[in-house]
């Protein structure tokens, strides 16, 4: 069964830009989740989607949003980049809403300049 | 809120020898708790993870971990590191509920040397 994959893998912006990156859960899966991975916050959860919902939120601005797809398949958008924003950004998959059994992708890697 | 640390930002072993990472949690309730490691350029690949029942948790790659209510803790073990065990070891705290989401440490940098 094929992974969790996302793309682009790597992606360079220049501030006040926006920028969407693209998830494809493991096939069956329906629950998608965002997290952010930078050096100096680490690992910070984003949101989740189930069902074309949007069922959890972490603490980002609304500058950061998403949506997923009736084949579960899920994007993420940040408006109006900011060098902070820089980050990896990775993406899991699981078989029910709010599971931790989570796989995950190998990330996005976001430059802002 | 629940908070999730990794005391040990990097460590360095010998190929071979034993291994210990730590973890501490900070939670309510009775925690969810995983340890996930990442290498160089890939996602997170889940190690182990501890919901009930025994204490003792064993993981792929010859990983176990010990879940201790008492000191909050739930350190991550090897008896023998082999080269490719090198990597980030994130250790991570899950909120029961509605709000269902991982909080991770800061993660654990491991050195393997030769």
């Known amino acids: 069964k094929a992974g969790v994959t996302q793309t682009p893998r790597y992606l360079i912006k220049t501030r006040g830009q926006q920028v969407t990156l693209s998830c494809s859960p493991i096939?069956?899966?329906?629950?998608v989740s965002w997290y952010q991975q930078t050096p100096g916050q680490g690992l910070q959860f984003l949101f989740e989607?189930?069902?074309?919902?949007?069922?959890n939120k972490g603490n980002f601005p609304g500058r950061f949003s998403g949506r997923q797809f009736s084949n579960s398949r899920s994007e993420m958008n940040v408006s109006t980049l900011e060098l902070g924003d820089s980050a990896l950004y990775l993406c899991?998959?699981?078989?029910?809403?709010?599971?931790?059994?989570?796989?995950f992708g190998p990330g996005t890697r976001l430059t802002v300049t | 809120a629940q908070s999730v640390t990794q005391p040990d930002i990097h460590i360095t072993v010998s190929e071979g020898a034993s291994l210990e990472l730590r973890c501490n949690y900070s939670y309510g309730a009775t925690p969810y708790l995983f340890w996930y490691v990442q290498s160089p350029g890939q996602g997170l690949q889940l190690l182990l993870k501890?919901?009930?029942?025994?204490?003792l948790v064993q993981g792929i790659k010859g990983f176990e971990a010990e879940f201790k209510r008492s000191q909050s803790s739930f350190n991550l073990r090897k008896p023998s590191v082999h080269w490719s065990d090198a990597a980030e070891y994130f250790c991570?705290?899950?909120?029961?509920?509605?709000?269902?989401?991982?909080?991770f440490g800061s993660g654990t940098q491991l050195t393997v040397l030769p």
């Open positions: 501890y919901f009930s029942g025994d204490t």
């Open positions: 989607y189930f069902s074309e919902t949007q069922r």
């Open positions: 899991a998959s699981s078989s029910r809403e709010g599971s931790y059994e989570q796989y």
């Open positions: 991570a705290v899950g909120r029961s509920g509605s709000a269902r989401q991982l909080t």
């Open positions: 096939s069956g899966h329906r629950s």
